[in-house]
Nanobody, 123 residues
């Protein structure tokens, strides 16, 4: 079983950048496809980005494509989410998750979750 802890969230002005980190323990993340999701108050949790086990492929939601980059360092057991050109609508709790399968785009595809890190973008 893998434990995930997110960090790097905070308050930023529109147009700014943040880099989120997700540090894993318990098992190596090389065994998992890794994803980022977000959830705003009153809304469902939504897919943001996913990266394959060896970083060969990535995918992004249309709402963040071109502004966000997911990456991973299996040696450091850490996954990252670089977010640029942030908008107020990016405000949400951001969650890191691990998938034992492939091509996960739904929250139900993921078995392990972190507690989340809050991102707030002011206009």
């Amino acid at each position: 079983q893998v434990q995930l802890v997110e960090s790097g969230g905070g308050l930023v002005q529109a147009g700014g950048s943040l880099r989120l980190s997700c540090e894993a323990s318990g098992r190596t993340i090389s065994s998992y496809e890794m994803g980022w999701f977000r959830q705003a108050p009153g809304k469902e949790r939504e897919f943001v980005a996913v990266i394959s086990r060896r970083s060969i492929s990535t995918d992004y939601s249309n709402s963040v494509k071109g502004r966000v980059t997911i990456s991973r360092d299996n040696a450091k057991n850490t996954v990252y989410l670089q977010m640029n050109s942030l908008k107020p609508e990016d405000t949400a709790m951001y969650f890191c998750a691990a998938n034992v399968g492939w091509n996960g785009r739904r929250p139900s595809d993921y078995s392990y979750w972190g507690q989340g890190t809050q991102v707030t973008v002011s206009s």
